[in-house]
């Protein structure tokens, strides 16, 4: 059965720092790409960025919209997705997903709230 559960979320204060986890079981996490996506209050869901099994990201690094960054071990079966320096506008629930047999498969989210 396969199971995405994001942890990591929290309070946090304009400029700080979170790494959101996504741990995966029940289907070969490595050979997947990993999605991030995020969802504001009364807002449609979002991509933030993904990862592919070797380590690709989108978006492409040090382009300036990077600044959640996704990584990946694909020995523990999980992947991170980072943000250094969060602002008010990232507050939002945020999920891990992968697709694959044509099913996209999600886990229950992770809230972040940025606020002073």
């Known amino acids: 059965q396969v199971q995405l559960v994001e942890s990591g979320g929290g309070l946090v204060q304009p400029g700080g720092s979170l790494r959101l986890s996504c741990t995966a079981s029940?289907?070969?996490?490595?050979?997947?790409?990993l999605s991030w996506y995020r969802q504001a209050p009364g807002k449609e869901r979002e991509f933030v960025a993904s990862?592919?099994?070797?380590?690709?990201?989108?978006p492409l690094r040090n382009t300036g919209k990077d600044q959640w960054i996704p990584s990946r071990d694909n020995i523990k079966n999980i992947g991170y997705l980072q943000n250094d320096s969060l602002k008010p506008e990232d507050t939002a629930v945020y999920y891990c997903?992968?697709?694959?047999?044509?099913?996209?498969?999600w886990g229950q989210g992770t809230q972040v709230t940025v606020s002073s």
């Open positions: 029940g289907f070969m996490f490595r050979e997947y790409i």
């Open positions: 990862i592919t099994p070797f380590g690709g990201t989108t």
């Open positions: 997903s992968v697709t694959f047999s044509g099913t996209v498969h």
